[in-house]
């Protein structure tokens, strides 16, 4: 059973503004799609690793891979205008022999193997799995300032990457959100909204998407906390 990780990088971190993409920013001294690669690469269950950057990047992603060693990369192909393009351009690029995908954002590093093991074991039980955690907010739908309603918490998930599917529950959630004009911030949603069930495997905390410069602050810490 062949799984290859889809590592989406071809985003332009808008909300970061920085002058270089957040994916290259330093985290602890190597850039965050390298710390984000080498997890992933350390991973018993993921055998190959495609990357998705921008057109005008990859040859700066073909060099830090070579510079820092990244092992398991397949290919390194150009995304598109959405996150959800750019997923699409990995899915079409992926070995023919590969059965699971797991799709991860470059711009989550903190990650770990454990983490990314029980999602890809979700799948392959389950059809489709996605990392979460329960969230700690009490959220509320607002229209222009006003206040709707507070949404029930005890069963709202804040959901993050990687997330698992069986490749042909990918492909097709894709195919026919292309077709139909289907659109999610995530791949999870594609795949539910194509009615296959999908498996919440409860992450952690930690594992945060780095959006807002505080996110890096926050990663920074967290990052040493690990090393002790
Ligand atoms: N067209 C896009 C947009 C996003 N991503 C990737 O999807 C992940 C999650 O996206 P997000 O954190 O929103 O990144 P950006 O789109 O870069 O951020 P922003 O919305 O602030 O521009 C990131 O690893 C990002 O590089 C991508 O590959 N292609
Ligand atoms: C996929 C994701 O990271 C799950 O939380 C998130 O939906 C990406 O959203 P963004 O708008 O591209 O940051």
């Known amino acids: ?88 351009y990995g899915i079409k690029a992926v070995h023919p022999e590969t059965e699971y995908i797991a799709v991860h954002d470059a711009a989550r590093p903190l990650v770990t193997v454990d983490e990314v093991e029980a999602v890809i074991e979700t799948a392959k039980q389950r059809g489709a799995g996605t990392l979460g955690v329960p969230v700690k907010d009490t959220i509320k739908r607002v229209e222009r300032g006003q206040v709707r309603e507070t949404l029930p918490r005890e069963q709202l998930w804040a959901v993050h990457t990687p997330q698992a599917f069986q490749r042909e529950v990918l492909e097709e959630a894709h195919r026919r959100s292309q077709l139909e004009g289907g659109f999610g911030t995530d791949d999870a949603s ?39």
């Open 190 to 228: 594609l795949v539910e909204w194509a009615g296959y069930p999908v498996r919440m495997v409860q992450g952690s905390y930690e594992n945060i998407k780095i959006t807002t410069p505080e996110d890096l602050i926050i990663a920074e810490t967290l990052w040493e906390k690990r090393k002790g």
């Open 1 to 88: 059973m062949q799984t290859e990780a889809i590592v989406v990088a071809a985003g332009k971190g808008t909300r970061m503004g920085t002058d270089m993409k957040k994916q290259y920013l330093p985290l602890a001294g190597a850039p965050i799609l390298v710390r984000t690669l080498q997890t992933l690469a350390a991973c018993p269950s993921i055998d190959r690793i495609l990357i998705v950057a921008a057109e005008e990047d990859l040859d700066y992603v073909q060099e830090l891979v070579r510079e820092h060693r990244v092992e398991k990369i397949s290919r390194i192909v150009p995304g598109g205008q959405e996150r959800q393009d750019s997923v699409l």
